[in-house]
């Protein structure tokens, strides 16, 4: 969680200064469900996400050198510099795909849990969206074949109230998003979402019967972006007291509190983890900076049909 | 002499694929059923669920297929009428599509989309488009229409080995039509053939038009017209080479398809074979295609709005007349 925390920090700075390009969406304040869902995860496991990636690709283990380059559209980026933010692939860490279609990598999770089940059996897939994902056809159709069909996938909606600018009550009347997964059966929790703890625990109950044949599972976290739906966003949209109370419930500093609090980490060893995920940010932006951008050839690489 | 359909062949094409690799998948609605025209028949009886039948939920099962293909499968997805690949174009175009390049070559797409095309049929609107020239347009995926059974299974074979997303847009028209029975091969994909070789001029017609193309060029044979008759087979990847070196001797070039002209294949072709064989064209490359309508049901209508031969014929008298 440090490291994600110092990493999009750090990116919110770059996005300032124009190095990182494009259009990008931190999860500052989201980093809960990255880390908590991910560390139940198995190397066989693949996992798919949305537009606010960079926090589900590092929980995975990716290299941040590797994906601050592909944000800045560097080489030696994960994807070359051809996906960058909303589109962050790391195979080597199960990471199949990040989309910036909202929704859209649902099915894709679907399909990816159906050849699991028959190629490697006790793999799962799993699918991180936030509840703007909840209104798009794919999410309903979706849960509906994956209970069908009995898949090993567990969807993860991070609901942090907000589709881009609209809260969510504007969207839709169902308040929580784990009451569609009744109408199909699928087995549901909603957690609170700045809780790793929490999210680990019931990421492993939903994760555990999918390693053995049952399927699929809903995991709702109940969460807060800290900062807009892009950077450069202003969120007028939110009043200044929402955001302190969120800010209260800070799932970075509320883990090593707490941590801290029952013994099972001094002060002193929190202080190092994030001093030490600032350094490895740090180094990760330098050797970003300093990476070339890819040779012109690598526009018409890569490209079928 | 034995014969076989262009729907049999499908058939036999995907039983073929699917004993030969234990990664092939077949699914969309009815498939287990055997599908409307019957491209699946028998099949989930020999191969159980790798046959999976859908929900009507085409967006949704593009992506599966996408899913699947992205994890080893290789998924070949039934769009029973190509107007509905409307719903799945999404997946089609934002992820299968791109799931390659956007990775920087880390993942592979190894998706087939069969979908069946072409008005004729009165079945109206919805049913009965032609729309090629939409998946052209999109950098990343393959198109190919076959015209005959033997091309109908040669170029899904193609299609099933292929790392990367190959539409394959067969013709409703054609599905029942005979022809000599033959062993099934491979069919590479991006390799046009010469369907009757001709001096006058060089005609280029996709999928149930290259039957009105050879009767077109059957009928301008008793005037001493020779028509050469060129079928690309696959739109993209597109065998540019033979139709210019035939269009180097004819020096005349007519290409005809049943998609509406406007924004078609046709103005694609006509452009190339411009850019790349100006020199070489006595006239100006000519296009037919449908109105640019919707395809009406009344039988009057339909038949109106279809490139025949008898268009054709007509077309490319005025072209040698010097009046195109």
Redesign the interface.
């Known amino acids: 969680m440090w490291l994600i925390r110092a990493f999009e920090e750090s990116v919110s700075e770059l996005v300032g200064t124009g190095e990182v390009v494009g259009l990008v969406h931190v999860s500052i304040g989201q980093e809960a469900s990255a880390v908590g869902v991910c560390d139940v995860l198995e190397a066989r496991d693949?996992v798919?996400s949305g537009h606010r990636a960079h926090g589900h690709v590092l929980a995975r283990g990716a290299d941040p050198a590797a994906v601050m380059a592909e944000l800045m559209g560097k080489a030696a980026?994960?994807?070359?510099?051809?996906?960058g933010s909303m589109?962050l692939?790391?195979?080597a860490h199960g990471v199949?795909?990040a989309?910036g279609?909202v929704g859209?990598?649902?099915?894709?999770?679907?399909?990816?849990?159906?050849?699991?089940r028959?190629?490697e059996p006790g793999a799962v897939?799993v699918v991180f969206f936030g509840d703007g994902a909840v209104q798009t056809?794919?999410f309903h159709?979706?849960l509906?074949?994956a209970a069908?069909w009995k898949l090993p996938v567990l969807l993860v909606c991070e609901n942090n109230g907000y589709a881009e600018f609209t809260p969510r009550s504007a969207h839709t009347p169902v308040e929580r998003v784990t009451r569609h997964a009744e109408t199909y059966g699928v087995d549901a929790r909603t957690v609170d979402g700045n809780d790793v703890v929490a999210i680990r625990e019931a990421a492993s109950a939903l994760v555990a019967p999918l390693r053995s044949g049952g399927g699929p599972a809903l995991l709702e976290c109940l969460t807060y972006r800290m900062r807009g739906h892009y950077e450069g966003d202003p969120a007028k949209y939110r009043e200044a007291s929402e955001v302190a109370e969120w800010k209260a419930k800070d799932p970075v500093r509320r883990f090593a509190s707490g941590a801290v609090a029952t013994g099972e980490l001094s002060a002193e060893d929190a202080a190092a983890c994030e001093a030490a995920a600032r350094r490895a940010v740090a180094a990760a932006v330098s050797a970003a900076r300093s990476a070339p951008f890819p040779a012109a050839s690598a526009l018409t690489?890569?490209?079928?049909? | 002499m034995a014969e076989t359909t262009y729907i049999g062949a499908i058939n036999g094409a995907l039983a073929a694929e699917l004993r030969r690799d234990a990664t092939v998948r077949i699914l969309g609605e009815d498939v287990a059923e055997g599908g409307p025209f019957g491209a699946t028949k028998d099949l989930a009886a020999e191969f159980g669920d790798r046959v999976r039948d859908t929900p009507i939920s085409e967006s949704t099962v593009m992506g599966i297929a996408t899913g699947m293909a992205l994890a080893g499968l290789r998924p070949v997805v039934e769009i029973m009428f190509i107007d509905f690949i409307t719903l799945a174009f999404d997946q089609l175009v934002n992820q299968a599509a791109k799931a390659r390049y956007m990775s920087g070559g880390q993942l592979r797409c190894p998706l087939v989309v069969r979908t069946s095309s072409g008005a004729g049929t009165r079945s109206g609107a919805q049913h009965s488009q032609s729309l090629e020239a939409l998946l052209v347009h999109v950098p990343g995926l393959a198109v190919a229409m076959p015209a005959t059974a033997a091309d109908a299974a040669g170029l899904l074979m193609s299609a099933v080995r292929a790392d990367d997303p190959v539409v394959v847009i067969e013709n409703k028209e054609l599905y029942f039509r005979k022809e000599p029975s033959f062993d099934p091969a491979p069919v590479p994909l991006g390799s046009a053939l010469v369907r009757r070789p001709g001096r006058d001029v060089t005609l280029v017609a996709t999928s149930r038009t290259v039957h009105e193309a050879l009767a077109a060029a059957e009928d301008l044979a008793r005037d001493g017209i020779e028509v050469e008759v060129i079928d690309p087979r696959t739109l993209q990847p597109l065998d540019l080479g033979t139709i210019l070196s035939s269009v180097r001797r004819t020096h005349r070039c007519v290409v005809a398809h049943e998609a509406v002209r406007r924004g078609g294949f046709g103005a694609e072709l006509a452009s190339l074979v411009q850019e790349e064989a100006f020199d070489a064209l006595d006239a100006p490359v000519v296009r037919l295609g449908a109105p640019a309508t919707p395809v009406p049901v009344s039988p009057p209508l339909e038949d109106a709005y279809l490139v025949r031969a008898p268009q054709i014929v007509s077309a490319i008298r005025s072209l040698l007349n010097g009046s195109a």
């Open positions: 693949r798919y980026g994960l994807c070359g510099g051809k996906g589109h692939v790391d195979v199949l795909e989309t279609v859209g990598t649902i099915p894709l999770a679907l399909g990816t849990a159906l050849a699991l028959e190629t897939a056809g794919y159709e979706s509906n074949i069908l690489e890569d490209v079928g049909g």
